[in-house]
């Protein structure tokens, strides 16, 4: 059973921060890059932030470069989106989720990932 679980959503202020994080079962983490979306109601899902297996390699989105850094602790399958100076408009259900392929490559489509966790809401106020 391939599973990505979510936590450390909730309401801040903007300039606040969080870090989200999202536990993986072993089969679902190791040997894949990883990556964090976003959504908020009526729109598409965005992307936010990738990384490659090591971590070594990472990508985000223009919206949140400079504020957000996604990182992962593969011995605890764990992936991280520290989220820094955060804006109203971040205000979103945030979901983690695995590339399909084991090869990293810079894209932002979600078409490239095949699964993904629950979501936890982050809401930012103004």
């Known amino acids: 059973q391939v599973e990505l679980v979510e936590s450390g959503g909730g309401l801040v202020q903007a300039g606040g921060s969080l870090r989200l994080s999202c536990v993986a079962s072993r089969r679902a983490f190791s040997g894949y890059p990883m990556g964090w979306f976003r959504q908020t109601p009526g729109k598409e899902r965005e992307f936010v932030a990738d990384?490659?297996?090591?971590?070594?390699?990472?990508g985000y989105a223009d919206s949140v470069k400079g504020r957000f850094t996604i990182s992962r602790d593969n011995a605890k399958n764990t992936l991280f989106l520290q989220m820094n100076s955060l804006k109203p408009e971040d205000t979103a259900v945030y979901f983690c989720?695995?590339?399909?392929?084991?090869?990293?490559?810079?894209?932002?489509?979600?078409?490239?990932?095949?699964?993904w966790g629950q979501g936890t809401q982050v809401t930012v106020s103004s």
């Open positions: 990384t490659s297996q090591s971590g070594s390699t990472t």
């Open positions: 989720a695995r590339k399909r392929s084991f090869f990293y490559s810079p894209t932002q489509s979600e078409n490239e990932y095949d699964k």
